[in-house]
């Protein structure tokens, strides 16, 4: 295992972690870039891109490029959320180069109007399709409510009002400033010839041109707001809370992954035995979401909406808990071993370990291995987590409900 | 990379590829049993008793399993098909022996009859959920009318009133015949010392007592029958065809795998170009599912009603011009590539490669190493596949449709 980095004159950084026993490869961009970097007024233009991007580029159309990826055999996807736009593959070594130089050419879209208006529909569905789902719903109107002004609030798909306004400059000029090269990184993972994959980047990106790509970084703490929205068509109620967490760049990052298992795992925390396991809720997690100079654990529960009352004196009394007697050592243990099994499970593929790959080095602008994670997460004692409850108190949550009218 | 086995004296095959190199460590049961190997009275008896191992042994609780497998940090899961019943786990090389002998003793569960009452409540609630989603529903019942008497039709979830009917009684006889150690394959991959797994195995799996456990092989050619159901509820029309294929004994069954991919790949298969890129159906993929003694191609289309009639005219132009023209060598290549990347990205993690590690020595009593299974698909000729077109006519096919009211 090697790692590699260089940088373009243009601010491009380009990372490599070689493992030549690899049986596989995979490339991805990861673009500094989520629904935290747009205003109110494109709000939704981040993920709005991300579809664009498959739509083609001065020499290739839509068409070509479904073509392409399919000549290769890549296993491709994207995502957008609140904080990155990425874009990666993995494939057969040999088809390393030819996929990095695909994604290459799509990150210089051709942003064509005939496309945006088409596509401005698919979103509007995605949108209304979401919408319906109230487990999903719930959880962005938590963050929104929880962030209030602050702009981690936005929505990632944005609104139905939104799109609709969005007009195709907005979204170029967005496009322009966001996915500059100095907001970007390119990194590869597995079997693949690091000089080679320098020479495709530095032929084919070094005329992206660079640009001021910058970000509102101030933590929030949240609202602590409570607030419930009925919907005649439902039967069960759904409960989101999001309170007060750390950045993903803080060195109790791991403290607060651990802490979030214990109380939110989907099977054997707290949230389980205490709500699951005895049939108050179907489901009750809680996660830890690590954001960049900010962060929040945020939970979710799905119950009949007759427990509610008693789910919520049950999570409070969890939480209670925790601040009075906090963690046992056999918990805190249990939580590092499934952690560490998922993570170790997910970097043992390329596909896996490039994410990791990524999303450390835009967070935190150096490289971490595999093992320094692990060791970090084995460093972790119950005081660390102790004392990651006294200062964030999980029980001082924003509530949001989402459930049928209440019978009077 | 280096392959081990052992055959105890009642009949359990151990087998085991270690690679020291792995991070991770993937342990599993292969229970050669499932929908196929039951009558029509006892049917679902194999998925039901997949749910039982979980309810727990002699010495211990359902919460007492959970707990145990929480401690060790796996990530694992079971699954019954038609033909087999498998449980794995994949966790950090240091707790192998823990979840091997975790597994173990689930495989001598207690079967307690107050367990057993409530479980019915539990299968009977998944099938009616699994009635109510139209996309899985069409398939078991094409696959049912397509196999017709021959016990492949069988439904893996059995319905409402063969699980209603079936007793405690004939649950443990089944058990006791199928989960026979000479009907199970304990497999292991990644990284994990052989001797100790395999004394672990002797020292508790010997007493285990051998059985008469068979299968029916008969071959099947299909029934060819065609049937549609109207569901006033539904607004689509869900659209299964069946149509004979090779065994998956049969040196052609990567033939037909490429066939397969060529045809009805998600993206970029002729069913892709075709139907949904010309926006005439939603979902439109073929399958090879390759059987012991038998095998299949299942279709599955969902589209709108409307459009039923200029589907399936679609669907019988693309199986005509396929006995007519054949493929092209472009076709072969991709689907190559798709399908090579897959498998060497799923075999590059033990819990991947474990799972074709333990198939293919209960389909085919024998170890084959992944190079073996890429130079094999490399080597695929178009005249092989054209072969396999000639002697399975795909357009000679068992059709399932269910779909909203007609209007007269």
Chains 1, 2 share one sequence.
Not at 144 to 161: A, I, K, M, R, W
């Amino acid at each position: 295992m090697e790692f590699k980095k260089k940088e373009l004159a243009n601010g491009l950084t380009v990372i490599g972690e070689v493992n030549k026993s690899a049986k596989s490869a995979a490339v991805g961009f990861f673009v500094k870039t989520g629904a935290r970097d747009e205003t109110k007024q494109i709000n939704g233009a981040s993920h709005f891109l991300e579809h664009m991007l498959f739509k083609g580029t001065e020499k290739l159309s839509a068409f070509q490029v479904n073509e392409a990826f399919d000549r290769t055999g890549a296993q491709f996807n994207a995502f957008t959320s609140e904080e990155m736009t990425v874009f990666y593959a993995a494939v057969l070594p040999e088809y390393l180069v030819e996929v990095m130089g695909l994604w290459i050419e799509l990150m210089r879209p051709a942003l064509r109007d005939e496309d945006f208006k088409l596509e401005k529909n698919v979103i509007k569905e995605e949108i209304a399709m979401y919408k319906d789902q109230p487990s999903f719903d719930v959880i962005d109107r938590c963050r929104s409510l929880h962030f209030d002004s602050h702009s981690c609030g936005n929505s990632v798909l944005g609104s139905e009002e939104s799109i609709d306004k969005l007009t195709a400059n907005q979204m170029k000029s967005y496009f322009t400033n966001r996915y500059a090269p100095n907001n970007m990184v390119l990194a590869c993972d597995g079997n693949f010839d690091w000089e080679q994959i320098c020479s495709l980047a530095e032929s084919s990106c070094s005329q992206w041109q660079k640009q001021t790509a910058e970000r509102d970084l101030q933590d929030y703490p949240g609202s602590k707001k409570k607030t419930r929205l009925e919907k005649a068509n439902l039967v069960r109620e759904h409960i989101c809370l999001f309170s007060a967490g750390i950045s993903a760049q803080d060195d109790s990052r791991f403290a607060a992954l651990l802490l979030a298992t214990i109380v939110g795992d989907d099977v054997g925390s707290r949230f389980f035995w205490e709500l699951v396991d005895k049939a108050l809720a179907e489901v009750a997690t809680m996660q830890f979401a690590g954001m960049d100079g900010t962060g929040a654990f945020c939970s979710y529960i799905r119950c009949g909406s007759e427990n509610a009352a008693k789910v919520l004196d049950t999570v409070n009394g969890i939480f209670q808990s925790l601040c009075r007697t906090g963690i046992t050592d056999d918990e805190l243990r249990t939580a590092k071993n499934k952690i560490l099994s998922a993570l170790v499970i997910k970097n043992e593929l390329p596909m896996g370990r490039l994410l990791d790959l990524g999303l450390n080095w835009t967070y935190l602008q150096k490289y971490r291995t595999l093992g320094e994670d692990i060791k970090a997460i084995k460093d972790v004692t119950v005081e660390d987590i102790h004392s990651l409850i006294k200062q964030f108190k999980p029980g001082d949550f924003t509530q949001f409900s989402i459930g049928p009218a209440l019978q009077k």
